[in-house]
């Protein structure tokens, strides 16, 4: 190494010093072992609010942020054992005045001995203003973060990846933390856990998502309802912000509205619910009436208005207080209920009056009545059951006002009016009854339900008898239908089309038919001794509700052996309604019969709406074609057509084929150049009283040359 001259080095020693006094950095010149400060300049020392005189001689840990002795301490030592070129680092000083100043430090070794460094300079540039603004941004970050923590909506920043951030409200709402889901897919598996549903939402939400990426980049709010992670259904409204131009990037916002909707359920309920009761409230049933008007018009069927209110209900509640009063108005509200259909409307309308609308009562207006009638008498009797008020049994009455509707003819108010003009008339003729707003319903109701009393009375009494009427085939009589007459003891003969019916309905048809039943079996027995009674058929008509009641088949065997009748002679009419009402059971009940010999007709046939596929499956024995198609054989061309079907489908089948309600030589004559030999009919007899059917039968066997027992 070159020695350098005495001026030059002095030269260079004056170079050297006023670079280390004017620079604008801090610089000092440390003894390596000691970590005394040998020489510092002005800038260093302004830095730290000393003079320089006060800082030279010191160590530089005297001038060292207590916190930071030890920072950069294991480079420090590999660069004084020569093993490092510079240190840098980031450390305090204390300034003189107690306050810490943040520095940038690079050391550099100068001087060696020995490989090793004697002295190091190290520069140093003052970062207090820089780590105030990373502390300043650190703090603020923080701030947002516990703001975003609490605030009352749940948050999360989604990117194509997953989640990079959501607050505490977030995971709270749906009950999981982001961390547990790898995805947003997961996520809305993991709380809409309806495939089906799940896609209408995603389809919706991407569609929202669509828009604000179009538009301003607010993806508008969409409601939802998911299953938390406990299980529990909560509504959510779910809206978020679109944040960058990448698609997936993007701010969720979650709001649980699960208590609005709650409220407003419940508001909703008290606006058109009766709380005492349960049942709507009178502005829903006007709601419920004006529909069931809709319907019925749409439909063109009818329905019913029954306006109620409990008898003497104010001296229950003046007497034993209102909490009774309350009680007894659940219990009628719930017996109510159980009187309707589910789509049928139970209303309070006030005070002690309920509403009860039925809707489908039929097209026919006497049905409806008798329907509406029927679901009032069932009201009547479950409210003469006793109530039961703690600890006591109470008795109550209602009165019934019913009034009908047909479409849209009368407004609601006004069958309202009509029902509440019918329940006073219930209650000033006695209470505990239903009066009928129409009068001639109300006669036309009343007369039913004497009928239905008389017609008691009269199977009692044995009113009810057979009329024969002679079935012909090949031009000799084979047998008789016979037809059920009832004769009143003071409305005279009254036609089964009036009593049948009735009959159906309330049930009296099982005694009748099983009384029918019996009756034509001994009938059969009695004729078996007669040579020329002995062959004929009785046929016996059964209605739908007979047959398909669970004993007939016994009825009809039991009848069969205690008679000792021929059940090869005996034929049971059906109709075609019946047999579809359920087939499966028609058909074993048949095939059992007929495994006894028993036979069967299918009546009024071509009335119904029979098929084929099922005529094969019945063991039919007959077909007789409606009366209807018979009449007009002759004039009107569709009725021959028919006619001739039938004929054609019936001997196809290989079933015998009767014509009924023949009244004319013209009318025998068309059947018979068609093939139909059988028929029954005025133009032979009508029904007849069974001593007379019988001398028929006898006087055209002795025109035939047949001669009887009996003759
Ligand atoms: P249905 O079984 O079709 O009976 C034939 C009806 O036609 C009978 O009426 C009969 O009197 C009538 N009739 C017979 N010949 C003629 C004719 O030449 N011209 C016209 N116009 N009519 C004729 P009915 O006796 O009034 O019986 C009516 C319906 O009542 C029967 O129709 C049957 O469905 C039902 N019915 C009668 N008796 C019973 C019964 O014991 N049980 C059941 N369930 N239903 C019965
Ligand atoms: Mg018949
Ligand atoms: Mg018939």
Same mark, same amino acid.
């Given at each position: 190494m070159p020695t350098m001259s005495m001026p030059a080095l002095l030269a260079s020693e004056e170079r050297f010093r006023s670079l280390f006094g004017q620079a604008a950095v801090g610089i000092i010149q440390v003894q390596s072992g000691t970590g005394v400060i040998e020489r510092a300049n002005e800038t260093f020392a302004q830095m730290l609010g000393y003079t320089v005189a006060e800082i030279e001689g010191k160590s530089f840990q005297h001038f060292t942020h207590p916190a930071d002795i030890a920072a950069g301490g294991e480079q420090m030592r590999r660069m004084v054992e020569g093993n490092l070129a510079s240190v840098r680092l980031e450390k305090r000083y204390l300034r003189k005045d107690g306050k810490p100043?943040?520095?940038?430090?690079? !050391?550099?070794?100068?001087?060696?001995?020995?490989?090793?460094?004697?002295?190091?300079? /190290?520069?140093?540039?003052?970062?207090?203003?820089?780590?105030h603004m990373e502390e300043a941004l650190r703090t603020s970050e923080e701030r947002l973060r516990?703001?975003?923590?609490?605030?009352?909506i749940g948050i999360a920043k989604v990117r194509a990846d997953g989640f990079n951030f959501s607050n505490e409200r977030f995971s709270q709402i749906c009950g999981y933390d982001t961390h547990e889901l790898a995805s947003l897919d997961?996520?809305?598996? +993991?709380?809409?856990r309806d495939p089906q549903e799940r896609e209408l939402y995603l389809t919706r939400w991407n569609e929202a998502c669509r828009e604000a990426r179009e538009g301003n980049g607010y993806i508008r709010a969409m409601e939802c309802v998911i299953t938390h992670k406990g299980g529990h259904s909560r509504s959510l409204e779910m809206a978020g912000v679109i944040l960058g131009d990448d698609d997936d990037d993007y701010l969720i916002t979650l709001v649980d509205v699960s208590q609005r909707k709650a409220v407003e359920e419940r508001a909703r309920y008290l606006a058109y619910y009766d709380p005492l009761t349960q049942l709507p409230n009178r502005r829903l049933l006007l709601d419920r009436l004006q529909q069931a008007l809709a319907m019925s018009a749409r439909h063109q069927s009818y329905g019913a208005v029954l306006m109620l209110d409990l008898d003497n209900f104010k001296s229950l509640n003046e007497t034993q207080g209102h909490?009774?009063?309350?009680?007894?108005?659940?219990?009628? +509200?719930?017996?109510?209920?159980?009187c309707v259909h589910a789509d049928d409307t139970v209303a309070r309308h006030g005070g002690d009056e309920f509403v009860v609308v039925l809707?489908?009562?039929?097209? /026919?207006?006497?049905? !409806?009545?008798a329907g509406a009638e029927e679901v009032a008498q069932r009201i009547l009797n479950v409210m003469r059951e006793p109530f039961d008020l703690s600890n006591e049994h109470h008795h109550t009455t209602l009165s019934i006002g019913i009034t009908l509707f047909h479409g849209q003819r009368e407004s609601a108010d006004e069958l309202l009016k009509r029902g509440d003009l019918a329940m006073y008339r219930a209650k000033a003729e006695g209470r505990n009854a239903l009066r009928f707003f129409d009068p001639e319903m109300q006669a036309v109701v009343e007369a039913r339900v004497a009928l239905e009393s008389d017609m008691r009375a009269g199977i009692a009494q044995g009113q009810f008898e057979f009329a024969y009427q002679p079935q012909m085939l090949h031009g000799q009589i084979v047998?008789?239908? !016979?037809?059920?007459?009832?004769?009143?003891?003071?409305?005279? +003969?009254? /036609?089964? +089309?009036?009593?049948?019916?009735? !009959?159906?309905?309330?049930?009296?048809i099982l005694r009748l038919g099983e009384w029918g039943v019996k009756s034509a079996c001994e009938r059969l027995a009695s004729w078996a001794n007669d040579p020329v009674m002995s062959e004929l058929t009785l046929s016996v008509n059964v209605s739908a509700r007979q047959f398909h009641q669970a004993g007939f088949v016994p009825q009809v065997l039991a009848a069969l052996a205690s008679t000792g009748a021929d059940a090869r002679l005996l034929r049971l009419e059906l109709t075609e309604s019946l047999l579809l009402e359920d087939i499966d059971d028609t058909v074993k009940k048949m095939a059992h019969l007929k495994s006894y010999g028993v036979g069967f007709s299918l009546d009024d046939f071509g009335t119904g709406y029979s098929s084929l596929s099922y005529l094969k499956r019945l063991p039919l024995d007959e077909l007789k074609i409606d009366q209807g198609f018979v009449r007009d054989v002759l004039t009107d061309p569709n009725d021959a057509a028919i006619a001739k079907t039938i004929v054609a489908l019936g001997t196809s089948l290989g079933l015998q084929v009767t014509a009924e309600g023949v009244e004319t030589e013209a009318q025998r004559q068309f059947l018979e150049r068609n093939h139909c030999y059988g028929w029954q009919g005025y133009l032979l007899s009508p029904p007849l009283p069974i001593r007379e059917f019988e001398a028929l039968v006898q006087s055209l066997a002795i025109a035939h040359g047949k001669t009887s027992a009996a003759v």
């Open positions: 100043v943040w520095v940038d430090l690079t !050391a550099t070794p100068v001087s060696h001995r020995n490989g090793r460094p004697m002295q190091n300079v /190290s520069v140093i540039l003052d970062i207090s203003e820089r780590k516990g703001i975003l923590d609490r605030l009352p997961k996520w809305w598996e +993991a709380i809409v909490d009774m009063g309350d009680r007894l108005l659940g219990i009628v +509200a719930q017996r109510l209920r159980s809707r489908s009562l039929g097209e /026919s207006e006497q049905a !409806a009545a047998g008789a239908e !016979a037809l059920l007459r009832w004769q009143h003891p003071l409305k005279g +003969a009254i /036609s089964p +089309a009036q009593f049948i019916p009735l !009959a159906e309905e309330s049930g009296l």
